[in-house]
């Protein structure tokens, strides 16, 4: 291998390896979010009839 090809191979691993550990982190300080912003609630439209389709 070259030394480019070195380099863009550790870069990668860097990126990958670190974004998973970033993420882990990131989840385990806020692992749930604690309230929904507004207009989130289930209106139940599809429970009035079912949904007709012109095929």
């Known amino acids: 291998m070259t030394g480019i090809a070195i380099a863009f191979l550790l ?3 860097v990126l990958v390896w670190g974004g998973l550990i970033a993420s ?9 979010l604690g309230a929904y912003p507004a207009g989130g609630d289930d209106d139940h439209r599809e429970d009035d009839a ?3 389709r012109d095929t």
């Open 11 to 13: 870069l990668a691993l």
């Open 50 to 52: 079912p949904s007709i």
């Open 24 to 32: 882990i982190l990131f989840l385990r300080s806020r692992p749930e």
